[in-house]
């Protein structure tokens, strides 16, 4: 997702029902009985969500708030288009890769994920899509005749948990496996329509990751067909007509808290 002002003026429901999801888990996190917590949101993008849900979440007592992005376009739209509260800051940290979290931030956090909770413990909620049938329409066009030649790596554009069968207790597992407990998990059967071409196009170009790969005068031609295999797919998701499904997104999001499993929980 590197085109900030298309993604920060779409799927606004989807970023609503996030944000509530958001709210209600919200009630679970663990504050620092005498406040100065240090905070930390992983994937920021252009900052409506942040701004919106996050922050208003925050306690007056809280130490740090950080917004980081993988994108430096991301933070730039961010930085331009708000003002960034005090004790708050922005910074670049990319958590895909094993070895490239900041030393410096490494165990400073209560609240985000396990190598930056503080060493005591900490707790973090997550929001994510375990499945979205953009996941689907990603996999099944890479696989086409007639796009497949562009299309390269669309595991990146892919969720782990997409073909899972039961992807809330896989992701389960992965955490108890990580360190975490405490673990409360849901999830919530979305449908999001978008009403006609033209804006269904300008919400799903910004996280298409694959329309990159297409030559600028195919862009249409592919469009028609991946929104195609989207209403196929929502069809078959959410068992729809395929007049029904058209120019729709079914998405399964997660919403997950849980806690730094500490020294005392690991010993015992």
Same mark, same amino acid.
């Given at each position: 997702m590197n085109k900030p002002e298309l993604y920060h003026k779409s799927h606004s429901s989807v970023k609503k029902d996030a944000g509530q999801l958001l709210r209600k888990f919200a009630s679970k996190l663990q504050?620092?009985?005498?406040?100065?917590?240090? *905070?930390?949101?992983?994937?920021?993008?252009?900052?409506? *969500?942040?701004?919106?849900?996050v922050y208003p979440l925050m306690p007056e007592n809280i130490e740090?708030?950080?917004?980081?992005?993988?994108s430096s376009k991301m933070l730039d739209f961010?930085?331009?288009?708000?003002?960034?509260p005090k004790k708050c800051h922005l910074r670049i940290i990319n958590i895909a890769k094993e070895n490239s979290l900041p030393?410096?931030?490494?165990?400073?956090?209560?609240?985000?994920?396990?190598?930056?909770?503080?060493?005591?413990?900490?707790?973090?909620?997550?929001?994510?899509?375990?499945?979205?049938?953009?996941?689907?329409?990603?996999?099944?066009?890479?696989?086409?005749? +007639?796009?497949?030649?562009?299309?390269?790596?669309?595991?990146?554009?892919?969720?782990?948990?997409?073909?899972?069968?039961?992807?809330?207790?896989?992701?389960c597992k992965m955490m108890e496996d990580s360190g975490f407990c405490n673990i409360s998990i849901e999830v919530k059967?979305?449908?999001?329509?978008?009403?006609?071409?033209e804006n269904f196009k300008e919400n799903i170009i910004p996280v298409c990751g694959i329309f990159d790969f297409i030559p600028k005068s195919c862009h249409d031609e592919f469009l028609?067909?991946?929104?195609?295999?989207?209403?196929?797919?929502?069809?078959? +998701?959410?068992?729809?007509?395929?007049?029904?499904?058209?120019?729709? *997104?079914?998405?399964?999001?997660? *919403?997950?808290y849980s806690q730094k499993r500490n020294h005392d929980q690991t010993t015992k």
């Open positions: 504050w620092r009985p005498d406040g100065g917590d240090s *905070v930390l949101e992983i994937g920021c993008g252009p900052g409506d *969500v942040s701004m919106d849900y740090k708030l950080i917004f980081s992005d993988i961010f930085k331009n288009n708000y003002e960034i030393p410096d931030m490494l165990g400073q956090f209560d609240h985000n994920i396990f190598k930056l909770l503080r060493s005591e413990g900490g707790d973090c909620i997550l929001t994510f899509f375990g499945y979205n049938n953009i996941f689907e329409a990603n996999h099944i066009i890479s696989s086409s005749p +007639k796009w497949s030649a562009y299309i390269t790596n669309v595991n990146r554009f892919v969720s782990p948990l997409h073909n899972c069968s039961n992807p809330k207790e896989t992701f059967e979305g449908i999001y329509y978008y009403d006609n071409f028609e067909d991946y929104f195609t295999v989207m209403a196929e797919t929502t069809a078959k +998701k959410r068992g729809l007509s395929l007049r029904d499904s058209m120019y729709a *997104v079914a998405s399964d999001m997660f *919403v997950v």
